[in-house]
């Protein structure tokens, strides 16, 4: 299987090749403190060795848990905010066709990470005289959003198939030992899967958080971790500087920051890539935006996006950098046909595939943009598969906790977060933010 390959030579025109390498020691050191839990967060490094160390029995579990639950459901709503549903819809739609034509196919739905009525209302009535089945997946059980939704749709299942046979139609993703959750699991006598304590949501793709929604949509999550395997493997202390792409990538960014490039924009050509970057966003977002420190994730979908923000990124102001993911080959084939009239004036181009017009774009684009004052990190990826998936999340979270550590942030915590719930809280009059309510009123 072919590696992911990464290009940082179009941002030797901004920051000398020196400066990248010259981080060497430092993040060596960092990648050792990973390894051996002594950075800050330490206690959220659960998901570093994860690909290598997943039981197999564990798989074998979610498999079969998997198999169950699409034999009862067509549709299954995976209930989650954040890292608890991000990872796993980024991967769902990153496998999945544009266009399914299979009646019998499984719908994954995902609700939870909003609070429109408008969303959930439509969904209660889109599953009315439809089979369904729910993940519920949160450590706590209380927080809001995931937990609302929950209440809807578990009294919509209790009301369709009755409280025994809904049983069978939930499965819980949640702490081991303690939570609300937890405790009516227990209660209720659900399926459930247990989040681990030393993983924190955006980097728990390859934990049951992930791995079963994956499962559910019918995708193989042995290859995924085989990807991750790899570049877990190829990542570590061990390795050469040179040859570790986590290590340079996280250098390059973070000498594009000293620089003034504040703004990271993730790129693709490939449309399924979407959710991809929006899970990427959460990930270095919620890693490195605190203390007043961080480099802001934005993401691009070209050539859709050359259409309206190719036009800030080429002639706006001069603090982002921009890093492609790049396809190397798409897992179809279609050429362009010859038309007689040859109105559009296309005729030019007949014969090619679609490819090759849509790699000269991404040629030109990179081109165009280094000519703006864009640095550009390229990042290559075969084919778009559960394995190069895998390969594409193990990267990013090791380059993220290595990107944290070098602006001297804890990458794993997120304590800004919070701040909104304690307002919304207030503001709904929760019971113990009395204080708070009266506080937030005057401020009103």
Same mark, same amino acid.
């Given at each position: 299987?072919?590696?992911?390959?990464?290009?940082?030579?179009?941002?030797?025109?901004?920051?000398?090749?020196?400066?990248?390498?010259?981080?060497?020691?430092?993040?060596?050191?960092?990648?050792?403190?990973?390894?051996?839990?002594?950075?800050?967060?330490?206690?959220?490094?659960?998901?570093?060795?994860?690909?290598?160390?997943?039981?197999?029995?564990?798989?074998?579990?979610?498999?079969?848990?998997?198999?169950?639950?699409?034999?009862?459901?067509?549709?299954?709503?995976?209930?989650?905010?954040?890292?608890?549903?991000?990872?796993?819809?980024?991967?769902?739609?990153?496998?999945?066709?544009?266009?399914?034509?299979?009646?019998?196919?499984?719908?994954?739905?995902?609700?939870?990470?909003?609070?429109?009525?408008?969303?959930?209302?439509?969904?209660?009535?889109?599953?009315?005289?439809?089979?369904?089945?729910?993940?519920?997946?949160?450590?706590?059980?209380?927080?809001?959003?995931?937990?609302?939704?929950?209440?809807?749709?578990?009294?919509?299942?209790?009301?369709?198939?009755?409280?025994?046979?809904?049983?069978?139609?939930?499965?819980?993703?949640?702490?081991?030992?303690?939570?609300?959750?937890?405790?009516?699991?227990?209660?209720?006598?659900?399926?459930?899967?247990?989040?681990?304590?030393?993983?924190?949501?955006?980097?728990?793709?390859?934990t049951p958080v992930g791995l079963l929604p994956i499962a559910l949509a019918g995708y193989d999550i042995s290859k995924l971790i085989s990807g991750a395997l790899e570049i877990e493997k190829n990542t570590n202390s061990k390795i050469n500087f040179e040859n570790n792409i986590a290590a340079i990538y996280a250098s390059a960014r973070y000498e594009l920051y000293k620089s003034g490039k504040k703004i990271?924009?993730?790129?693709?050509? @490939?449309? /399924?890539?979407?959710? =991809? +970057?929006?899970?990427? &966003?959460?990930? *270095?977002?919620?890693?490195?935006?605190?203390?007043? !420190?961080?480099?802001?994730?934005?993401?691009?979908?070209?050539?859709?996006?050359?259409?309206?923000?190719?036009?800030?990124?080429?002639?706006?102001?001069?603090?982002?950098?921009?890093?492609?993911?790049?396809?190397?080959?798409?897992?179809?084939?279609?050429?362009?046909?010859?038309?007689?009239?040859?109105?559009?004036?296309?005729?030019?181009?007949?014969?090619?595939?679609?490819?090759?017009?849509?790699?000269?774009?991404?040629?030109?684009?990179?081109?165009?943009?280094?000519?703006?004052?864009?640095?550009?990190?390229?990042?290559?990826?075969?084919?778009?598969?559960?394995?190069?998936?895998?390969?594409?999340?193990?990267?990013?979270?090791?380059?993220?906790?290595?990107?944290?550590?070098?602006?001297?942030?804890?990458?794993?915590?997120?304590?800004?977060?919070? @701040?909104? /719930?304690?307002?919304? =809280? +207030?503001?709904?009059? &929760?019971?113990? *933010?009395?204080?708070?309510?009266?506080?937030?009123? !005057?401020?009103?």
């Amino acid at each position: 299987m072919k590696n992911i390959q990464l290009d940082i030579s179009n941002i030797y025109p901004f920051i000398e090749k020196e400066k990248i390498f010259k981080n060497k020691d430092e993040i060596i050191h960092h990648i050792q403190g990973i390894e051996n839990k002594t950075g800050k967060g330490n206690e959220f490094l659960g998901w570093n060795n994860l690909p290598s160390s997943i039981n197999s029995e564990d798989i074998e579990d979610i498999k079969n848990t998997s198999d169950k639950l699409r034999k009862l459901a067509n549709n299954i709503i995976v209930i989650g905010i954040g890292g608890s549903y991000l990872g796993a819809k980024s991967v769902i739609d990153a496998l999945a066709p544009y266009f399914d034509n299979n009646d019998n196919k499984i719908n994954i739905l995902y609700a939870g990470h909003n609070i429109s009525e408008d969303y959930l209302s439509e969904l209660l009535s889109y599953i009315e005289n439809k089979s369904f089945a729910l993940v519920i997946i949160s450590k706590s059980g209380t927080t809001t959003e995931p937990a609302l939704a929950f209440r809807l749709l578990r009294n919509k299942l209790e009301e369709k198939y009755g409280k025994d046979e809904s049983k069978d139609r939930i499965i819980a993703i949640t702490d081991a030992k303690k939570g609300a959750l937890r405790t009516l699991a227990d209660k209720e006598g659900y399926k459930t899967f247990i989040i681990p304590d030393n993983i924190g949501g955006r980097f728990s793709v390859l934990t049951p958080v992930g791995l079963l929604p994956i499962a559910l949509a019918g995708y193989d999550i042995s290859k995924l971790i085989s990807g991750a395997l790899e570049i877990e493997k190829n990542t570590n202390s061990k390795i050469n500087f040179e040859n570790n792409i986590a290590a340079i990538y996280a250098s390059a960014r973070y000498e594009l920051y000293k620089s003034g490039k504040k703004i990271e924009i993730l790129a693709n050509f @490939e449309p /399924k890539l979407k959710y =991809f +970057a929006e899970w990427w &966003k959460q990930l *270095f977002g919620e890693s490195e935006g605190k203390e007043g !420190k961080g480099i802001f994730p934005s993401n691009v979908n070209f050539t859709t996006d050359l259409h309206s923000l190719g036009q800030y990124i080429q002639e706006g102001e001069r603090n982002l950098f921009e890093t492609v993911l790049s396809l190397n080959k798409p897992n179809k084939t279609l050429s362009i046909p010859s038309d007689n009239d040859n109105l559009d004036k296309l005729n030019y181009l007949a014969g090619k595939r679609i490819n090759e017009v849509n790699k000269m774009a991404e040629t030109g684009t990179k081109l165009a943009h280094i000519d703006g004052s864009v640095p550009n990190i390229k990042i290559e990826i075969n084919q778009i598969s559960e394995y190069s998936i895998g390969q594409l999340i193990y990267f990013f979270e090791k380059a993220c906790a290595i990107s944290g550590y070098l602006i001297n942030v804890n990458p794993f915590n997120q304590p800004g977060v919070e @701040e909104y /719930k304690k307002n919304m =809280f +207030a503001l709904l009059k &929760k019971p113990g *933010f009395e204080k708070e309510s009266k506080e937030i009123l !005057k401020k009103l």
